[in-house]
């Protein structure tokens, strides 16, 4: 079984092929198109803002990435700090990644609104 | 007023500093961060595959989305087919963006599982 001869090392591509795993010309190891590094960028953004081995923010790491990483979507979003505040204890409370994916929705469904 | 002196042209970033008006240095005109420009990604995604004067997408609109542009992510997701079927009229259903949006994460949550 040949080398994997794929250039782009990729979370989900290292998961679609596998390091070392012989990749099939055109099999799993294209490219990841624009959108598919997209969706990834703001996959790995969660992991990124998660402290410690747990698996969800909490308000206060919500609100941090809010400040940090949308400085100009997040502007477009009011409701985005109530629906943070609204999560419970800054501390303790859980937002899954299905939470934050919804609000990153609302980030970008009040940008395209402006 | 100066000119506008960021050399960005981003969709977002031009509905923020708007051409011609004056930026104000590290004010509205800072550069994207990553996260934000991967949203914008997945937002002009959904004009670009929208056909004709519409707001919405068809199904049959977003199972060609899926082919072409989550040729691995579309693969994680078994139920992304199904929710497209169910749908309803392949030509005349509607999906609108926050739809569109929720169809994207569960192309994200699908892939996180793998």
Redesign the interface.
Known sequence: MGQCNCRKKRK??E??CGTGRAGTPGG?C?E????????????N?FHYAVKGQKEYLTPNEMQELVV??????GKCVGPLEEKIECMGDPDEAKLE??EY??M??D???G??R?
């Open positions: 989900v591509h998961r679609r799993d294209q990841l198109t624009d959108v598919e590094r997209a969706i990834e960028t703001v996959i953004q940090q990483k949308l400085p100009h979507l990644f299905g994916w919804d990153m929705g980030a970008a469904k940008c395209r402006k």
